[in-house]
């Protein structure tokens, strides 16, 4: 077994194909011996590093929000108003459309969770935090600079979220009339109502 792990494809490479294969042809056909077959492993190894088709999916959502994190750091650091900046935090957030792999396998992880250990529950919340975290902060610093109305931010927040995953779970199932540019209208003009400050 020992020789077998040194010659086992680094982690990432696992976790980016089983990413690539949900994208590609969807969650159902991602199965440990077909990941296997992608990565060169066979499906007892793979278990042997995930334990269960539940810990590879949760891993595999920890590694593609830790690229999310990445890249909502970036925008969240621009130099540009916190609006401009919540537009792009809202872009980030809503799928890209029906059959997003991000939100596929957020939906498959929250809906597995019912039965996840806790440990498997603090992961996922420790997901949720980040965003909600940032996005406090955002609203936060909107405020201090003038540019939003005084609100709680962590309320709001906790409030833009929930209207973000129920709009991005009608997006990502393909619900019709809610498409991606529809939903982000709705949740700008949202935020107008909630947050520009009365001139």
Do not use: C
């Not at 077959?37 to 793979?46: A, I, W």
């Not at 979220?161 to 700008?188: K, N, P």
């Amino acid at each position: 077994m020992a020789g077998a792990r040194r010659n086992a494809p680094p982690r990432e490479r696992v976790l980016a194909a089983a990413m690539e294969m949900i994208a590609e042809r969807g969650l159902e056909k991602l199965t440990m011996a077909a990941l296997g077959r992608e990565v060169g492993m066979s499906s007892g190894h793979l278990l042997y590093y995930f334990r269960s088709k539940d810990e590879l999916l949760l891993r595999t959502l920890e590694w593609s929000e830790g690229r999310l994190g990445t890249e909502r750091g970036r925008l969240l650091a621009r130099d540009s108003s916190a609006r401009d900046r919540l537009d792009a935090f809202v872009d980030l957030y809503v799928p890209d459309g029906q059959g997003d792999p991000h939100w596929t396998l957020w939906l498959e992880v929250w809906n597995r969770s019912q039965n996840a250990d806790d440990d498997a529950r603090d992961r996922q919340a420790a997901i949720e935090g980040a965003w909600h975290r940032d996005l406090v902060a955002l609203v936060a610093e909107g405020i201090s600079r003038g540019e939003f109305r005084p609100v709680d931010p962590d309320r709001f927040a906790a409030r833009l979220r929930a209207l973000l995953d129920g709009f991005s779970i009608h997006v990502a199932i393909g619900l019709r009339g809610t498409d991606r540019d529809r939903i982000l209208r709705h949740v700008r003009e949202f935020l107008d109502d909630s947050l520009l400050a009365d001139t």
